[in-house]
């Protein structure tokens, strides 16, 4: 059986002097927020009509490229399905397409 390598418990989190958590719930230690935001680029996917576990409200929607995005939605809308199902192979695709670390234009998906 594997053994915890750190502090299991909520108090001891607090007490590990060098818990990076623990820091953070202890107010000790702060991440500071950027001053500024990076601005998407015009590299976007375009999803046109995927067909694949009907998603809604989401033809025609460009996803900004080289950002991290959030897929949000009400449990059992397919999110996970989406993703996995059509936007990955559709970037994978593209990508492949394009040629290595090349984003180029905005691809469309194949759903």
Known sequence: MAQSRGPRTYSEILAH???LTGGIFLENLRIPLPTARREPG??????MGPRAHKPQ??????IPLEMLVAVTGVSGSGKRASCTDVLYPSLEAAKKDAGAGATGGVPRNRG
């Open 17 to 19: 002097k060098t818990s």
């Open 57 to 62: 409200k989401i033809d025609r929607s460009l």
């Open 42 to 47: 015009g590299a976007r996917f375009r999803f």
